[in-house]
């Protein structure tokens, strides 16, 4: 018996450090776990940001080409312009060389000033001047005119050249911008890849230990189930003894429950019955024994004076469940029954119905 009661002291120490060591884990990987999701969430609005960025990029990328374009358009267009003026200037050149030499050849210069000697009054002699000055005029005029606008032309092309090199530059810098921006996205969605890959891992690494922790609570309750059957089997040896006179013995039932599937074997208990839901505000997914309802949601809230702590207890029309919370309104033949659709724990309401302890672990 003192070997037992060692080997029990030391089952539930080991269970209880157990126990406070996950409880302290479980607080660093929820702080761990929400400044990542935190971080996640700050990345996300960076990348909702850059994308925009990216687009405005993009469009002004695609502005400035179409501006390029024209501009190369204007340019050819002016370069052709170019072309014809510089006929024209030639053309009007070659006019005026061909006069030069047909005043030379008829003798117009004898002829302009006999015009102009022959006139009856100094007003004739005037106005025969003006008007072949105005004669002269217009010719050299028109060549005048033709050599500005091939100057001009010359002027609007080297315009449009500089606008184009200018255009060029400003659409490789976006260009560059965009390519950086690109870049900058990318990591930051290799960063929310790498959270989201250690959030799994903390997720399969907390069910790792919620299973160490199930089945060290199944290990020290079915210690505790074993002591206390050899200690009312002693006190039963006792009391037969001690009262052999009397007929009846207060001992507890052995029921066997049959199912479509198995047979139970426990002791029988009528109880009110209740049921909650952890999505139920204010309440949460973790149990009095550190059970995640999100993982294992078969549990019922029990009195452990009445039903201990780690009992599996049949329910007909629910199965197997494991006791493994408690409540404050949870007293005596009570029991609160987890679903995980608050929906079904309001239908379920109040009922009496007749559960089965399990002897076995099922």
């Known amino acids: ?37 935190k971080q996640s969430k700050d990345i996300e609005i960076q990348i909702e940001s850059l994308v925009t960025s990216l687009q405005e990029k993009q469009n002004k990328v695609s502005q400035l080409t179409e501006d390029i374009e024209t501009s190369k358009k204007l340019y050819r267009e002016t370069e052709r312009k170019i072309i014809d003026q510089e006929k024209i200037v030639e053309s009007r050149r070659l006019q005026a060389k061909d006069r030069l030499r047909e005043i030379q050849i008829r003798d117009e210069v004898n002829d302009i000033l006999y015009i102009l000697l022959s006139s009856e009054s100094i ?19 028109r060549l005048t005119s033709a050599q500005q606008s091939f100057k001009d032309l010359q002027r609007l092309k080297a315009e449009h050249k500089d606008q184009i090199i200018q255009l060029n530059a400003q659409k490789k810098e976006l260009e560059e911008e965009t390519v950086r921006l690109s870049e900058q996205k990318e990591v930051l969605s290799e ?27 199944e290990k020290m309750m079915q210690e505790q189930k074993q002591v206390t059957v050899a200690q009312v089997t002693t006190q039963s040896v006792q009391e037969n003894k001690e009262k052999p006179a009397e007929t009846t013995t ?16 426990g002791r029988t208990l009528t109880v009110h019955a209740t049921a909650y839901s952890y999505n139920e505000p204010g309440l949460t997914h973790h149990t ?39 409540g404050s309104a949870i007293k005596g033949n009570k029991i609160d029954i987890h679903m995980v659709s608050v929906e079904d724990a309001i239908k379920f309401g109040r009922q009496n119905i007749t559960v089965t302890i399990l002897k076995d672990k099922p």
């Open 250 to 265: 207060q001992t507890q039932q052995t029921t066997q429950v049959s199912t479509a599937e198995n047979t139970f074997v």
């Open 288 to 326: 009095k024994m550190g059970i995640d309802l999100r993982i294992n949601p078969k549990v019922i809230a029990v009195d452990p004076s009445v039903i201990p702590l780690g009992s599996y207890v049949y329910i007909p029309n629910f199965g197997v469940y494991l006791a493994a919370d408690v």
């Open 123 to 141: 007003t004739d002699f005037f106005e025969r001047y003006h008007l072949m000055a105005q004669l002269q005029d217009a010719a050299n005029s």
């Open 1 to 37: 018996m003192l070997k037992r009661k060692s080997r029990r002291f030391f089952l539930f120490i080991g269970f209880s450090f157990f126990v406070s060591s996950l409880y302290i884990a479980y607080a660093q990987e929820d702080a761990s776990k929400e400044q990542i999701e």
């Open 191 to 217: 960063k929310i890849a790498s959270n989201s890959d250690y959030l799994d891992k903390l997720a399969e690494e907390k069910y790792r230990k919620q299973l160490e922790l199930t089945e060290m609570f």
